[in-house]
C-alpha cells in the first residue's frame, strides 16, 4: 500500500495552506495499492515532536478500501473523524510553536470495520484496531514554525 500528496513530496515542507498560519484544510492525499482483503481503512496524522508527546491532528477511520483520493479540505464519503489533541473532531493542521516538527501521514488498511462513533480519542480508536491490522503506508511531511504578527 502507498499513500502520498499531490501538494508536497515524501519528507518535504506542508504549504502554509494546510496549517493553522493559512486555510488549516486538509491536504490532498492519494490511495494506492490497498489489499483487496481489506473492508475499512484508517487515516491518522499526528506530529512525533510535539513537546508533550505525539500529537494528533487527525483520525479518520471506515474509508471505503477503494478510496484513492482525498480532496483537500474533505472528508472521503462514509468516513468517520474522531476528536483530535485540540479536543475537536475533524482535521486541524500543523501549527507548532517552535522549531521544526514532522508530521506522519499513515494509512492502515484492516480486516474489519470500526465500530465507533465521531466521539472517540485515539486510544479507543487503537483499542479497535488491534488484531484487524492488513497492511500501513507512511508519508511524511515537515513543518516550521513561524511567528505569528
Known sequence: MVVSSPAFGNNEAIPDRFTC??????????I????????????????????????THWLLWNIPPETKYIEEGKMPEGAVSGYNGFGRSGYSGPCPVSGLHRYFFTVTALDSIVGLNGQAKRSELEDAMRGHTISEAHFYGRYNAKLIE
Do not use: C, H, T, Y
Open 21 to 30: 498560519m493559512e486555510k488549516n484544510v486538509s491536504p490532498p492525499m492519494v
Open 32 to 55: 494506492s495499492w490497498v489489499p483487496k482483503e481489506a473492508k475499512s481503512l484508517v487515516f491518522i496524522i499526528d506530529d512525533p515532536d510535539a513537546p508533550f508527546g505525539v500529537f
